[in-house]
């Protein structure tokens, strides 16, 4: 069976819409499709009640994909005003359940690097981790995603640390990582059925384990997905 | 009435000025005013914001800015902000990165007139090092407690929807940090997409959070976030920046003078 890019999106996105069917309350940041697409479903299909704190508002209620996950129309569906300053100490105060964050490099304590690495003595800057740092270590679930997945990305451990914290998840384009208490590192959960262990393993820099296979996405997801996003933005994530 | 034009605003902000850009990525960005300060070619500026994109990746781009204190710069679906990275990689500019919580707690301190505040501890995050933002002891008891100092910008430049002539100024729509940047800065300077009577404002009031005192500048700027949006009026370009954002130095240097104003 072959899988495209689009089917391999809406892995990402069923996997973070069902991690989200407990959670009390949801945030994402900027430039985030697959997080903004798993918040839709879950609030549609799993999770009605979920609050999820946008950084134009509270508890938009938008129709569809935009370009721009801080586009100003979702303030406009909106039930109420929430600034962005708000959204920072409602994490500090301990009271935000799932936060997502994105990595430009992810390592085997979950620290994540969204700063700059040197390579080969050249410094490569990215563009900052946003409000990562606060939220990776005050959010109760953060659940870190990234659209690649190489040994750059996944690495031993990260060069400089732009945020701290446990994830509860890490969703990549190949498996799925949760927390290990007991290691206190990353351990793979569920491995996408495109890729293989041998293939993780080959593509991290820490060490991996064998895991059983990630559950398809319903065709009541698939059918949500497309009407969210009938272009198909969500593949730019992948690409 | 500080009502002057785009160009006599721009003039008052100096070389070496720490200047604080309203608004998010694309979202009422001080477009037209950052376009301004590049055609009179600014040096040395200091750029504060969490979350830039256009405008600060142009001043950077430009060879205006010589720091940039941020949490974030890029431009979100259109890829990395090159001209800001390029620069940073470089050694053109200092990124004094930051995460946003703690540009707002800057800020924060700023406009409750106190030298630092404390925070919530993420003392594991590279930058609180080389910011050096300091331990002190919690003086009712609990241990340490993380601070940020101060940081109080000598111009905040809002670009808003209404102001009337004086620079009271409403927002429609989230504040992000505009609101707090104003308390925080020793100057306001404002642009407008339209400058209305007072009586007017008046009617909206429950949306003007800017009072005039600090304001020194009012300049009326139709599509003065351009290519960002300003809601309701109009939304962002995203035809130009994706132009934008494969611009070179040359590009840049057309763009300031072809996108008027």
């Known amino acids: 069976m072959s899988f495209t890019t689009l089917d391999k999106a809406n892995y990402m996105i069923s996997a973070m819409a069902r991690l989200l069917k407990d959670a009390e309350s949801a945030f994402m940041g900027v430039a985030s499709f697959l997080p903004f697409m798993a918040i839709v ?66 390592d085997q304590r979950g620290y994540l690097n969204n700063s700059h690495v040197y390579i080969n003595g050249k410094r490569v800057q990215f563009p900052g981790g946003a409000g990562g740092a606060l939220l990776h270590a005050t959010a109760r679930r953060p659940i870190v995603w990234q659209g690649k997945h190489d040994r750059r990305i996944f690495v031993k451990e990260v060069q400089r640390i732009t945020a701290a914290g446990k994830p509860y998840r890490v969703v990549s384009p190949l498996c799925i990582f949760k927390f290990d208490e007991k290691a206190g590192k990353l351990v793979v959960d569920t491995i996408h059925p495109w890729s293989s262990y041998e293939e993780i393993k080959e593509k991290t820099e820490f060490d991996v384990n064998d895991a059983p296979t990630t559950p398809p996405p319903t065709e009541e997801e698939i059918e949500l997905m497309n009407r969210i996003d009938p272009h198909g933005i969500r593949k730019i994530v992948l690409e | 009435m500080v009502v002057m034009s785009l160009e006599e ?21 001080p477009a037209a005013f950052v376009r301004e300060l590049a055609r009179q070619e600014k040096k040395n500026l200091r750029v504060m914001k969490t979350a830039g994109g256009y405008d600060v990746d142009l001043l950077c781009g430009l060879g205006c800015a010589k720091e940039v ?13 090159k001209n800001f990275r390029k620069a940073v990689e470089e050694g053109r500019v200092k990124y004094s990165e930051n995460t946003c919580y703690t540009v707002i707690a800057a800020l924060r301190a700023a406009a409750y007139g106190i030298p630092f505040i404390p925070i919530a501890d993420i003392s594991k995050s590279y930058f609180v090092k080389e910011r050096g933002f300091k331990f002190v002891e919690n003086p009712y008891g609990g241990g340490k407690v993380l601070t940020v100092p101060a940081i109080k910008p000598e111009f905040a430049i809002i670009h808003v929807q209404k102001a009337d002539e004086d620079g009271n100024a409403l927002i429609y729509g989230p504040w992000f940090e ?11 300077i404002i642009t407008t997409e339209m400058i209305v009577p007072k009586e007017d ?8 959070w800017i009072p005039s005192y600090k304001v020194v500048a009012v300049v009326e700027v139709p599509k003065g976030a351009y290519p960002g949006a300003c809601p309701p009026y109009y939304d962002p370009d995203f035809e130009m920046m994706e132009k934008y954002a494969n611009l070179d130095e040359e590009g840049l240097k057309k763009h300031i003078w072809e996108v008027r104003p």
């Open chain 2, 69 to 81: 204190i941020a949490g974030f710069v890029s431009f979100e679906a259109f890829g990395l902000a």
């Open chain 2, 201 to 208: 404002l008046r009617r909206d009031i429950d949306a003007v």
């Open chain 2, 178 to 188: 505009d609101v707090l940047m104003a308390r925080a800065a020793e100057k306001i």
């Open chain 1, 41 to 106: 479903l879950a609030k549609k299909l799993y999770n009605p009640d979920l609050i999820w704190y946008s950084i134009v508002g509270y508890n938009p209620n938008p129709k569809h994909l935009p370009m721009s996950t801080v586009h100003p129309w979702i303030s406009k569906y909106c039930d109420a005003k929430l600034q962005l300053a708000e959204l920072f100490d409602i994490s500090a105060r301990g009271e935000l359940d799932v936060v997502f964050l994105a990595g430009a490099q992810i």
């Open chain 2, 9 to 29: 605003a721009a003039e008052l902000v100096k070389d070496g000025s720490l200047i604080c850009l309203s608004g998010n990525l694309l979202y009422r960005i």
